[in-house]
């Protein structure tokens, strides 16, 4: 809604005024884990083009076992030594900024990447550590990273069988302080601390799939449950949706995984506990680089974008991998990388696009996107209907023109006053 009027407050009718969307208060986005990390100069050029081109969010790697793996000397600095897919902290804010690609923190407390010299500490002296590097983080990234993870995968809990039979329970590799039952509630209250005007996220894997959902009797859903009643800080529930499949599994596992009456019925029920959902890590397989491969992977993606980007409480869709090549994982599992290893990303390994990467770009910059030419009533009142976002306006009456700017925003009244003059 716009009202237009003079500088003494009387409306103006028959003011022309042309919007045009800039950007999405939607959030698309994928990891910056390969900023910089690639064998050349000219990819890595690339890649950075190419990362503002299509997406607006960059999801940065805060494993803390990477991080800080000597403790007190932690990778902050652009001139840190290097591990592969981990750049640098301060690399990554720094092309987000420069870039206006929002940052994202992956995550404040993964269990699997403790360090090694905190994974044999008591539970007190880990929550020490942990409290230590929560504030540092906060202090460090707090105004300039908006949106932050605090737990990740922590439904991730069979032990490796030594005999060949599971008796479930937690793995050795785990440590003390994630089998309290206070690890996930802990995290997020000392978060909220050093976090209180950020979006504090959770994140799990193990929602979709038949042996995972059961309403509202799945282990994630009884999860976040449990934590809304303790009272925590929760803004966002973030499901992870990597679709690592054997090809010769596909027909069967996607039969349910890409059903959009399932995946919306997933949607909704979670939807019921009040908070904002995300695809945090999203992962479409092409098991090569034939043609029928990519157009079966771009097929899939414009649907499930589709879907998630319809639904309502959606904020946030995040692919994982830009290129081809570079993953930690194949799709069959193997750990290997290179040319001939892991079709799941949107380029490449010799940097061109795929069809996917052209699909979300033209779903945010052309399919999901206003444009439109209103005119103001007698009253100085003029209405538009649009996606969320930042918008450029031109006003136009009697021969004058002048521009202006406008957020129209999910979290606002939407009630614009604008003076021609």
């Known amino acids: 809604m716009f009202k237009v009027c003079d500088k003494d407050g009387n409306p103006i009718k028959g003011v022309?005024?042309?919007?045009?969307?800039?950007?999405?208060?939607?959030?698309?986005?994928?990891?910056?884990?390969?900023?910089?990390?690639?064998?050349?100069?000219?990819?890595?050029?690339?890649?950075?083009?190419?990362?503002?081109?299509?997406?607006?969010?960059?999801?940065?790697?805060?494993?803390?076992?990477?991080?800080?793996?000597?403790?007190?000397?932690?990778?902050?600095?652009?001139?840190?030594p290097k591990i592969y897919r981990r750049p640098a902290t301060d690399l990554c804010v720094e092309y987000c900024l420069e870039n206006n690609v929002e940052p994202k923190c992956h995550c404040l407390n993964y269990d699997n990447f403790t360090p090694q010299w905190v994974r044999d500490a008591d539970v007190k002296t880990q929550k020490k550590y942990l409290e230590k590097r929560f504030r540092e983080l906060a202090e460090r990234y707090g105004a300039v990273i908006?949106?932050?993870?605090?737990?990740?995968?922590?439904?991730?809990?069979?032990?490796?069988?030594?005999?060949?039979?599971?008796?479930?329970?937690?793995?050795?590799?785990?440590?003390?302080?994630?089998?309290?039952?206070?690890?996930?509630?802990?995290?997020?209250?000392?978060?909220?601390?050093?976090?209180?005007?950020?979006?504090?996220?959770?994140?799990?894997?193990?929602?979709?799939?038949?042996?995972?959902?059961?309403?509202?009797?799945?282990?994630?859903?009884?999860?976040?449950?449990?934590?809304?009643?303790?009272?925590?800080?929760?803004?966002t529930i973030g499901m992870q949706f990597h679709s690592f499949f054997k090809p010769e599994e596909e027909a069967r596992l996607a039969a349910l995984r890409y059903n959009p009456i399932h995946l919306y019925e997933v949607l909704d029920k979670y939807a019921e506990l009040g908070k904002k959902i995300q695809i945090t890590e999203m992962t479409i397989s092409a098991f090569s680089n034939s043609r029928e491969d990519e157009d079966i992977q771009n097929e899939l993606v414009k649907n499930l974008y589709s879907i998630f980007f319809s639904h309502p409480a959606m904020n946030a869709i995040i692919y994982w991998n830009m290129v081809d090549g570079y993953a930690a994982f194949a799709p069959q599992g193997d750990m290997t990388?290179?040319?001939?290893?892991?079709?799941?990303?949107?380029?490449?390994?010799?940097?061109?696009?795929?069809?996917?990467?052209?699909?979300?770009?033209?779903?945010?910059?052309?399919?999901?996107?206003?444009?439109?030419?209103?005119?103001?009533?007698?009253?100085?009142?003029?209405?538009?209907?649009?996606?969320?976002?930042?918008?450029?306006?031109?006003?136009?009456?009697?021969?004058?023109?002048?521009?202006?700017?406008?957020?129209?925003?999910?979290?606002?009244m939407n009630n614009n006053i604008i003076v021609f003059e």
């Open 337 to 412: 990388v290179g040319e001939n290893m892991y079709h799941g990303g949107l380029m490449r390994f010799d940097m061109s696009k795929k069809p996917a990467f052209h699909t979300i770009k033209r779903l945010f910059e052309e399919e999901w996107h206003t444009e439109a030419q209103i005119e103001t009533d007698e009253n100085g009142m003029a209405k538009i209907r649009g996606f969320y976002g930042d918008y450029n306006l031109i006003l136009v009456k009697d021969g004058k023109e002048i521009e202006h700017t406008i957020k129209l925003s999910e979290c606002k």
């Open 146 to 235: 908006p949106s932050w993870e605090v737990t990740n995968e922590t439904l991730n809990w069979y032990t490796e069988p030594e005999d060949g039979v599971h008796y479930g329970g937690f793995s050795k590799k785990q440590t003390k302080f994630y089998r309290e039952n206070d690890f996930v509630d802990w995290s997020f209250k000392t978060a909220d601390r050093y976090f209180p005007n950020n979006e504090l996220i959770i994140n799990d894997y193990r929602v979709w799939d038949d042996l995972d959902y059961r309403e509202n009797r799945s282990a994630y859903y009884m999860q976040i449950e449990r934590l809304i009643n303790s009272g925590a800080h929760l803004d």
């Open 16 to 80: 022309k005024i042309i919007a045009k969307q800039k950007n999405h208060e939607f959030k698309y986005g994928a990891n910056i884990f390969m900023l910089d990390e690639l064998e050349s100069e000219e990819k890595n050029n690339e890649y950075r083009k190419s990362f503002k081109e299509v997406f607006n969010l960059a999801t940065i790697p805060f494993y803390w076992s990477d991080l800080e793996p000597e403790q007190g000397k932690p990778r902050f600095e652009k001139d840190s």
